[in-house]
Each structure stands twice: as structure tokens, then as C-alpha cells.
């Protein structure tokens, strides 16, 4: 069965320095791998995917991701932190049910703490 | 503005009074989702839809329904809501064709 793990509650970062928000990922086939991240009081925000292609996505706001095969991980990362990338972050991968059905399995979630 | 919008923001009702949850959206997309959020159990789907229509379950349905009249219109609706149903509700859509999701910006639901 497909699913994706965030293995850090929290994760604390100094301003200007790089952040890893870690994801692993359990498909059968091909996987469709997304980041979102959720500010407060907000719905979720599309940060960026990997569908196929190049193994490093660059997406929003300076985000870019490394896809890694061999250890199924699909880890966020950004080099330099700002304190407004404060937030929760959800890793997910999509679910095919075959006949273009299917949906997004979301990680528990990891809230980035960027302190100044 | 492409969005997805979701009504009330907030919502405090009591134990078995029904309510409904509308979402819209206006980018004309096939697919529509439910999902609640939970500490410490990141977003559950309980329903989606992929056209009009068309709906079906996803991990989370018991205590909820769903309709698809319209393509652009998806309520979520609590027949007899319970504590355990306290939550925050997002609603989703997306094009068949693009896995990227368009969230709404959510409601808070207490049942008390």
C-alpha cells in the first residue's frame, strides 16, 4: 500500500541556515511525490512535485527537493531558512486506483521552526 | 482568482444537529476531495469525486455524505454529528490530469 512518513515532529532551524524536512515514501510502481506546506490559520500550499524527470524539483518560495530511488526519500530543502518559512509541512504521494482515479496520501506532517 | 472555496470558516454545533459544509470552486476541475486534519494525524481523505456525479469513499467516510450535482460545487454533509467529528476540514480539487491539489482555506468544526 502506498504511504509516505515524516519522520521529525519538529524540526528547529536558525535563520540563514540550510533545512532538511524529511520524507519516505512506500509505492508499488512509479511514485508522484508532492510537498505542501500549510501556514497558520491557512489551507495547504503547493510547493512543488516530482512526476519524473530530473531527481532535483525546485518549486516555490527557494524549496527544492531531492528525489532518491534507492531510499525512497523525497526529502525538502532549502539552503538558507527564513523566519517566515515557519510552518507545517506535509509530504504526499499520490495513490492510483487505475483508470485516472486516485488521490493524495499525506504524511502526519513536520512543523519547521525558524527562529532569528 | 482560481480558488477553492470553503463555507463557514468556523463552526460550533451540538451532537446530532446536521449541518452542511459547502465547497466551490471555479477552475472548472473534475476532481474534488474531502480530507479532515488531525494533531498528529496529518490529513485523512473521507471522500472524493471525480466528476459529476461520480463519488466514492476514501479512508475516513463513516458519519459523513457527499454529493456532486454541479462540477464545481461538493458539500460535505454531517447527518448527525458526534465529538469524535471535531476537526479541521479542507476541501481539495484538481484538473483529472494534474496531481496537484487546490486547497480551500478550511473550517473548524467543534461538536459538542
Known amino acids: 500500500a502506498q504511504s509516505v512518513a515524516q519522520p521529525e515532529d519538529q524540526v528547529n532551524v536558525a535563520e540563514g541556515n540550510p533545512l532538511t524536512v524529511k520524507c519516505t515514501y512506500s509505492v508499488s510502481g512509479n511514485p508522484y511525490l508532492f510537498w505542501y506546506v500549510q501556514y497558520p490559520n491557512r489551507g495547504l500550499q503547493f510547493l512543488l512535485k516530482?512526476?519524473?524527470?530530473?531527481?532535483l524539483v525546485k518549486g516555490s518560495y527557494g524549496f527544492e527537493a531531492e528525489f532518491n530511488k534507492s531510499q525512497t526519500s523525497f526529502h525538502l530543502k532549502k539552503p538558507s531558512a527564513l523566519v517566515s518559512d515557519s510552518a507545517l509541512y506535509f509530504c504526499a504521494v499520490y495513490r492510483d486506483y487505475g483508470g485516472s482515479q486516485g488521490n493524495l496520501i499525506f504524511g502526519k506532517g513536520t512543523k519547521l521552526s525558524v527562529k532569528p | 482568482e482560481a480558488q477553492v472555496t470553503q463555507n463557514p470558516r468556523y463552526l460550533i454545533t451540538v451532537t446530532g444537529k446536521k449541518l452542511t459544509v459547502t465547497c466551490s470552486q471555479n477552475m472548472n476541475h473534475e476532481y474534488m476531495s474531502w480530507y479532515r486534519q488531525d494533531p498528529g494525524l496529518g490529513l485523512r481523505q473521507i471522500y472524493y469525486?471525480?466528476?459529476?456525479?461520480?463519488?466514492d469513499k476514501g479512508d475516513v467516510p463513516e458519519g459523513y455524505k457527499v454529493s456532486r450535482k454541479e462540477k464545481r460545487n461538493f458539500p460535505l454533509i454531517l447527518e448527525s454529528p458526534s465529538p469524535n467529528q471535531t476537526s479541521l476540514y479542507f476541501c481539495?480539487?484538481?484538473?483529472?490530469?494534474?496531481?496537484?491539489?487546490?486547497f480551500g482555506s478550511g473550517t473548524r468544526l467543534t461538536v459538542v
Open positions: 516530482y512526476i519524473t524527470g530530473d531527481n
Open positions: 481539495a480539487s484538481s484538473s483529472t490530469n494534474n496531481y496537484g491539489y487546490t
Open positions: 469525486s471525480m466528476n459529476v456525479e461520480v463519488t
